[in-house]
């Protein structure tokens, strides 16, 4: 393991008092209520990309969540930031809906997810599932990865994505 990593597996990010209450102790963002106004997405006036809503309470957290990246979020960021894939826009630690997303691509609608350890416990699956679901259903698609994938196989990973591009522009 590198320098860079042991570093960042021995010092996790941390969010700082300030947040400690946006999360729970399962790691997870608080729900808002249903009907909140984050349940529904807009279309644009050009109508070229529906803009999901999302709780404003997020834009912070996100904000801190981006100064305290995983190297395997940072990694996959080297390659994803300044249209390198294929010409598309990605933003990074993006709220959408009552969520954070690590990665997300407006005009594919593609959420791209990094699954370290935080994500193997029975209860964190769960909680990945119904948060998959929810944005699922506002039309958002998902592709995982796992941060040993990221850092072990980062071609691999990139040429997933890129076939995810090739394959969602036939539909």
Not at 16 to 45: Q, R
Not at 130 to 139: A, C, K, P, T, V
Request: charge should be negative; proline fraction near 5%; hydrophobic fraction near 30%.
């Amino acid at each position: 393991m590198s320098e860079l990593e042991d570093s960042i597996e021995s010092n996790p990010p941390s969010l700082g008092k300030e947040h400690s209450d946006l999360i729970s102790a399962s790691g997870d963002l608080p729900t808002p209520p249903v009907g909140h106004p984050s349940e529904e997405g807009i279309l644009t006036p050009s109508g070229r990309r529906e803009i999901i809503e999302y709780e404003r309470y997020l834009k912070e957290l996100a904000r801190k969540l981006r100064q305290n990246m995983t190297l395997g979020e940072v990694l996959l960021w080297q390659r994803l930031k300044r249209k390198q894939m294929r010409g598309y826009d990605f933003d990074r630690q993006r709220p959408i809906d009552r969520y954070i997303v690590d990665f997300y691509c407006k005009d594919l609608k593609l959420a791209i997810e990094i699954d370290g350890r935080s994500h193997d416990g029975e209860e964190a699956k769960i909680n990945d599932d119904i948060r998959q679901e929810r944005l699922e259903s506002l039309g958002v698609r998902f592709l995982r990865f796992t941060d040993a994938d990221v850092k072990r196989n980062m071609e691999m990973v990139v040429d997933s994505i890129d076939r995810w591009i090739d394959e969602s522009s036939l539909k």
